[in-house]
């Protein structure tokens, strides 16, 4: 990195996947207003981690960006399915009910029956800052309606009925022990320093 790069004030450096409780995760995000070359790379390396991980979906705040947007593919291979990029997304006109199992990148190993209604109306914007308006069923309404809540700091261990919390109640301990433990030793920033990033990535963006 050169100087200009490192005095730029939207520079967005290295994405890295972050775990529940990181406090990216349980802040809501804010509308983008700039969409950039710095944005768009950030976009191309979400869809990177996602494959890697092997991952369908991704909100920007799963790589600490505090940013609106989410990236979709419900294939889960890079040259498989469509890629979808949703910025600012909007969901409307909620039908129907379905129980399908969830898990999430943030919560490895958690997996859940989640309720939500089966079918929502997107309306989003492109990465080109084209807007977008989809009606969506099966599972790519599933995974929109999840990478929604994540843009908001919810988690689908939020939507869980009282029996199905409790049992995962544990599991959400066990998550803030190792990841308090990593930033007691040093091995994360103290969440003085995560949420002081935060608030700079949405001063040169939103
Ligand atoms: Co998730």
Do not use: W
Request: include cysteine; aromatic fraction near 6%; charged fraction near 25%.
């Amino acid at each position: 990195m050169n100087p200009a790069a490192a005095s730029d004030p939207s520079t967005i450096g290295p994405l890295t996947l972050v775990e529940y409780p990181h406090p990216a995760l349980l802040r809501r995000t804010r509308p983008v207003t700039r969409l950039d070359a710095g944005l768009r790379e950030a976009v191309a390396r979400m869809f990177d981690i996602m494959y890697e991980s092997q991952g369908i979906g991704l909100a920007a705040n799963q790589v600490a960006l505090p940013y609106r947007l989410f990236v979709v593919n419900c294939a889960g291979r890079r040259g498989d399915g469509e890629e979808h990029v949703f910025i600012n997304p909007m969901l409307s006109r909620p039908r129907g009910t379905a129980v399908q199992e969830e898990g999430c990148l943030s919560l490895p190993g958690v997996r859940m029956d989640v309720r939500r209604p089966q079918k929502i109306v997107v309306d989003a914007f492109s990465l080109e800052g084209e807007p977008i308006r989809m009606d969506l069923d099966g599972l790519l309404s599933r995974v929109v309606q999840h990478e929604f809540d994540h843009l908001e700091g919810r988690l689908f261990t939020d939507r869980l009925p009282e029996a199905a919390a409790l049992e995962v109640r544990r599991d959400l301990d066990t998550f803030r022990e190792v990841f308090f433990g990593r930033q007691s030793r040093g091995e994360l920033p103290g969440n003085v320093a995560i949420l002081a990033e935060l608030d700079r990535l949405e001063a040169a963006r939103c």
